[in-house]
């Protein structure tokens, strides 16, 4: 029972990484209708942003990490005008393209910058963890839980209470009825991007400590992060959530049980019955089209 409890322990932990990577994917597709491939790299960037503000800055820790989440915004200002914005007005699929472009572009970019080599990043605690019982919590996870649960919240209150949210939700259901209300919709998509890659970056941060910084860390994220979408049911918030906290404690009983090599395997093998069984995902609903 201990060694179950402490699997479902890290495997909730590293679901609530893909869940808010999930939460930025959704929040792009809802509001222009396109998967942002991305979106991965932009746990990448944010976690490199962080382990430079902590190793070549010196800066502490919460200036550090506020500093980050700052460089995030403003990345997903540039992101949105320069790789959205020029296309807005065509098809789904040079969209996707220019955004797949933009992932090629980054993860060489940063390899130009900082070299191929894995690195650490510093945890916000200096305590290993905590024992209760037989179970062992380690502190990075108990700091991604505790994070995630606050940013899941902020989430909800912001959409569901301020005038700015409704705004976001309205543009993001229909944006032709948005205009004729006098939503500004354009910005309304620059704010959506610039909260996607915030909430990308604060991943990054979040998970750099556990898998260390790499090129390669925003194509995995991501890989797992939409997976979670399609299994929550795609283009739906609390789906995107769920499905990220049941692919991670999928992913960790596979590698505890079964294979630790194949785990990513087992994760996708999760993907593959929900395509086959339910591919409106969890909270998803079936929709009916005219030929």
Not at 38 to 66: N, V
Not at 96 to 124: C, D, M, R, Y
Not at 211 to 232: H, P
Not at 234 to 263: R, W
Request: charged share 10%.
């Amino acid at each position: 029972m201990a060694i179950n409890l402490q699997i479902l322990f890290s495997g909730l932990a590293i679901g609530a990484v893909y869940a808010l990577v999930a939460l930025g994917f959704v929040l792009i597709i809802r509001a222009t209708n396109v998967v942002n491939f991305a979106q991965g790299d932009f746990a990448m960037l944010g976690a490199f942003s962080m382990m430079t503000m902590l190793g070549a800055l010196h800066l502490p820790y919460w200036l550090g990490l506020l500093l980050t989440l700052v460089v995030m915004a403003v990345f997903g200002v540039i992101f949105n005008y320069g790789v959205y914005y020029p296309l807005r007005n065509r098809s789904f699929l040079p969209v996707i393209i220019s955004t797949l472009g933009a992932s090629v572009f980054l993860q060489n970019s940063v390899l130009a910058v900082f070299g191929p080599q894995p690195k650490p990043l510093e945890k916000l605690l200096n305590t290993p963890g905590v024992q209760i019982g037989g179970v062992f919590l380690d502190s990075q996870y108990l700091v991604i839980m505790f994070v995630t649960a606050i940013a899941v919240a902020f989430q909800y209150f912001f959409f569901e209470h301020t005038l700015l949210g409704k705004k976001l939700q309205a543009t993001s259901q229909d944006k032709d009825m948005a205009r004729l209300l006098g939503i500004p919709v354009a910005w309304m998509i620059a704010i959506t991007f610039i909260y996607s890659a915030t909430l990308g970056g604060l991943a990054g941060v979040l998970i750099g400590p556990v898998l260390f910084v790499s090129i390669g860390m925003g194509s995995i994220i991501a890989l797992k992060a939409f997976s979670a979408t399609i299994i929550g049911g795609f283009g739906d918030v609390t789906g995107a959530i769920v499905g990220g906290l049941l692919l991670g404690v999928v992913e960790s009983f596979a590698a505890a049980h079964i294979s630790v090599p194949y785990k990513d395997a087992f994760a996708f093998l999760l993907l593959f019955v929900f395509l086959l069984f339910r591919p409106q995902g969890i909270f998803g609903e079936k929709i009916s089209e005219k030929a």
